[in-house]
């Protein structure tokens, strides 16, 4: 009877998380009510809670909310406070005007090129770049669409060729400050083969050797599929004529461009430092985000002369900490539903099932069947991370089970999310650009598919050979 409430039960909230993300609905209470019902689902099961020095609080009303309260302080302790410092960081940058910088330094040398084809892949690969500084997808598109685009057309760029590649910036630029990295990294550091994995360590070793050379992959891809594409289309003799706003240029001294172009990469910068030169020095992506901090006041009190305003827009930075509560709250609502998974027995149950794949040569499975759930979800909700997100209290024990190492789920569930939300056509990059200019959405994802799906299986045989 315990095996069919269990059953029932997870199928029942599974079907409910997949539906209310289809449904692009928020999915954070879904997550924290429906772990929380199977905990108490557990205690009615006589399971118990499960879980290992639980406190309890002697009232089984009270506990499972106690285990809501525990991972919250769990993970605030840990992946959490990292998420905020980073967004608190990201928004001193645009307050300052330091993001803005960063994208005039990098974008200015393209309106040299006169060749569209061969700006196809060179734009692609530099709005990546600019993704590590400005890490949403759709406000990328934004800005990208205001800067870019007017000298994409000029140069004789396709308005559908454009729009790919303006897309498709966003994907899988391996940053330490990523906050999927972030997460993987301090889930992977709790377990003893993965004890003192940092955030950047887990990035360079693992998530770029399999991602930067997909990006070029998909840049090539990019390029070969973009003119292929033109040739097919239809001529049109008169090209609409699209209303975006003018370039803003940046004035300022070479000294000023070049200090404030650096201060939004610095936190990397620092940290790649650091990881090269074997720097006896142990530098964690929040330090190295509070010294950039600190960094940039300084910059921003040289540059206003000590003006009160400087102290003023510092508020900036913990409103941005702010807004990072999002993310922290949905790391927290999937630990309490897996927690309530693994209550009610089913943790337990696919571990055993994938016990018995040890040895025979089918640990392939495991990430594969999660990739391609990953990419079903994301082509109907155009959410690239909900999904991860759900699954990085998992991934380790399921693994484990299975006999394979957890970066074989980890790097390509994590980059396949990422890479095919340019290929839904209700993701938000999709429809910003969609609107910008004036082309259907699906028409934007025939051009956006290939270049993507073609990086999700050279990523995904990559991640295989070179992990499982």
């Known amino acids: 009877m315990n095996n069919f409430i269990m059953y029932a039960a997870a199928i029942v909230a599974v079907v409910l998380v997949v539906y209310m993300l289809i449904k692009k609905m928020d999915i954070k209470v879904t997550l924290f009510a429906t772990g929380i019902i199977l905990l108490y689902i557990a205690i009615a099961m006589g399971n118990g809670l499960g879980i290992k ?27 959490g ?30 309106s040299k090129i006169k060749s569209a084809y061969v700006l196809v892949p060179i734009v692609f690969l530099i709005g990546n770049m600019l993704s590590l500084v400005v890490p949403s997808a759709s406000n990328l598109a934004i800005i990208l669409l205001a800067t870019l685009y007017p000298v994409l057309k000029k140069s004789g760029m396709s308005t559908l060729t454009a729009a790919a590649v303006i897309a498709t910036t966003a994907t899988v630029m391996p940053t330490p400050l990523g906050a999927d990295n972030v997460a993987i990294a301090k889930e992977l550091a709790k377990f003893p083969a993965y004890s003192g994995l940092s ?29 292929s594409m033109d040739k097919k289309a239809l001529k049109s003799a008169v090209e609409e004529e699209i209303q975006v706003q003018e370039i803003k240029e940046i004035k300022g001294s070479p000294l000023f461009i070049t200090v404030y172009a650096l201060l939004p990469l610095l936190p990397i910068l620092l940290l790649i430092a650091m990881y090269f030169t074997k720097s006896p020095v142990s530098l964690s992506v929040e ?52 927690q309530g998974l693994q209550s ?27 990739v391609v759930l990953s990419l079903i979800i994301v082509l109907l909700s155009g959410s690239g991370t909900a999904l991860f997100y759900a699954m990085v209290p998992l991934m380790v024990p399921l693994a484990q089970a299975a006999g394979i190492s957890p970066i074989a789920i980890s790097v390509p569930m994590g980059l396949a999310g990422n890479l095919m939300r340019a290929v839904s056509p209700v993701a938000a990059v999709v429809v910003i650009v969609a609107g910008t200019t004036k082309k259907p959405a699906l028409e934007i994802v025939k051009r956006t598919s290939v270049p993507m799906i073609g990086g999700v299986i050279f990523m995904f045989v990559l991640s295989m050979i070179l992990f499982l």
Not at 214 to 223: G, S
Not at 305 to 332: H, Q, R, Y
């Open 199 to 227: 955030v950047t360590n887990y990035v360079m070793n693992y998530h770029a050797i399999v991602s930067v050379p997909t990006l070029f992959v998909m840049a090539v891809l990019h390029y070969f599929w973009q003119k």
């Open 81 to 110: 406070f990292i998420i905020l410092i980073l967004g608190g960081y990201a928004a001193y940058m645009s307050k300052i005007g330091a993001n803005d910088v960063t994208v005039s330094v990098l974008t200015k040398p393209i």
């Open 344 to 370: 009610i027995g089913l943790i337990k149950t696919l571990q055993i099932a994938m016990t018995s794949t040890k040895g025979t040569g089918m640990g392939i499975i495991l990430p594969l069947i999660l």
């Open 287 to 338: 330090v190295a985000s509070i010294l950039s901090f600190i960094v940039a006041i300084i910059c921003e009190l040289i540059r206003y002369k000590g003006d009160k305003k400087v102290l003023d827009d510092t508020e900036s930075f913990f409103k941005g900490m702010a807004g990072g509560m999002s993310i922290v709250a949905l790391l927290v609502a999937a630990s309490v539903f897996v």
């Open 53 to 79: 020095d639980f406190a309890s609080t002697k009232s089984w009303i009270l506990d499972p909310l106690k285990v809501t309260a525990d991972i919250f302080k769990s993970t605030l302790n840990g992946a």
